[in-house]
């Protein structure tokens, strides 16, 4: 029962007692499950059917996102802190293949009403990066980054 | 320059214009990147040689997951707040293979250095889950869910 720590990537390689290295899902505490939904949908990503009046399900080129109620997130999680004002300490980035792409990304999502935090603009190092904010303010990146080549399933590869 | 919108997973499929679907990295705000960095090498998993003295990288079934300090982040997001106290509202999820898997993992975490929220337990829906912090408060649920097939990669596989 310990195989999943001996996958070559979905699990951890270094000990057979290892957490294997997964980001499943990752869930995002919302204050309003419809409002959340329908922006991700704006943004064109595929809900899954398995989603339910509490949890939805997107499908992406890795782990799925998940909404869900935020107080419920608090009390499922067993922390006693609500959830904090201001920026939550964590992005999520979508790579892609093209500084253009980038810029039309950020363009749609301002379309799917999402608040631009930062426009599109070449960084030092050579990337083209903005960032947006969702109806609960989850920040997301978008990123073309040249040291970082996509894989076929849109995900970087890394050495 | 649209291609990725016309992938079957890791871009969107409603509209050519659409956001394409992707977490092509988490990245968590750290206070102190070497203990965290020490932390996620303690859970067992591999990071990339393409990491800096300013950013962790460890690859993971899915896209990456990035170690950034904090206050970097705030910045680098072009988000005028400061990182709220209390929980942050998001979490990312391991799903595992059984739940006497869970049980192993939460415990190795333990061992790692992790704080446990709670230990693993067999929820109503048949799911076994548990949670646990890393040393900034970051949430990661650990969890059986034998309604969620996982697919060679480790990754949830939903209809």
Redesign the interface.
């Known amino acids: ?5 001996r ?1 070559p ?7 057979p ?13 919302v204050a309003d499950l419809p409002r959340s939904t329908a922006f991700y949908s704006a ?4 809900m ?3 989603s339910t009046a509490e949890v939805s ?9 998940a909404l869900f109620g ?1 107080e419920d ?2 009390t ?4 006693l ?18 500084p ?2 980038v810029d ?2 950020v363009e ?2 301002e379309s ?1 009403g999402a608040t631009v ?2 426009r599109p603009e070449t960084a030092p190092w050579g990337g083209h990066v903005g ?1 947006f ?1 969702d109806p ?1 303010g ?2 997301w ?3 073309h980054n040249p ?2 080549p ?1 894989g ?5 590869r ?2």
Chains 1, 2 share one sequence.
């Open positions: 029962m310990i195989t999943e720590a996958e990537r979905g699990g951890a390689t270094l000990s007692m290892a957490v294997p290295a997964r980001v499943s899902l990752v869930t995002l505490g943004l064109g990503w595929t899954s059917p398995a399900f997107f499908h992406t080129g890795g782990g799925l996102l935020e997130l608090v499922e999680s067993g922390t802190a609500a959830v904090g004002p201001g920026f939550r300490g964590v992005t999520l980035a979508i790579n892609l293949e093209s253009g792409a039309r990304a749609e999502a799917a935090l930062k960032y904010a609960d989850h920040v990146e978008v990123a040291g970082f996509l076929p399933d849109g995900l970087p890394l050495p």
